[in-house]
Nanobody, 120 residues
Framework: VQLQASGGGLVQAGGSLRLSCAAS????????MAWFRQGSRKEREFVAA????????SYADSVKGRFTISRDNAKNTVYLQMNSLKPEDTAIYYC??????????????WGQGTQVTVSS
């Protein structure tokens, strides 16, 4: 599976961005999808995940109520809508595909990452 993330950029605090991740190479609907992020000098952390078909979602506490993960199986794409962004959301955001839930170990396929920078 190949994953291509896009949509990052520079935004002021309180602003919004939508990340996209296009998948190819395997049946997209058979995979759970997730977003992780890694800030400067920090470990990679879970942000959000969505299940294969029925679209059950889960979120890190730090983004609940502000971020929304969704998927379009017809377009082989997963999205992360990020609202009310804060400077602490600054990180490289990675999309991932695998068996689901919040553990990095459950994801076998990773995109290249897209930088999100939130200015105060």
């Amino acid at each position: 599976v190949q994953l291509q993330a896009s949509g990052g950029g520079l935004v002021q605090a309180g602003g919004s961005l939508r990340l996209s991740c296009a998948a190819s190479g395997r049946t997209f609907s058979s995979l759970s999808m997730a977003w992780f992020r890694q800030g400067s000098r920090k470990e990679r952390e879970f942000v959000a995940a969505i299940s294969r078909t029925v679209g059950i979602t889960s979120y890190a506490d730090s983004v609940k109520g502000r971020f929304t993960i969704s998927r379009d199986n017809a377009k082989n794409t997963v999205y992360l809508q990020m609202n009310s962004l804060k400077p602490e959301d600054t990180a490289i955001y990675y999309c991932a595909a695998g068996s689901g839930y919040s553990s990095l170990m459950n994801y076998d396929y990773w995109g290249q990452g897209t930088q999100v920078t939130v200015s105060s």
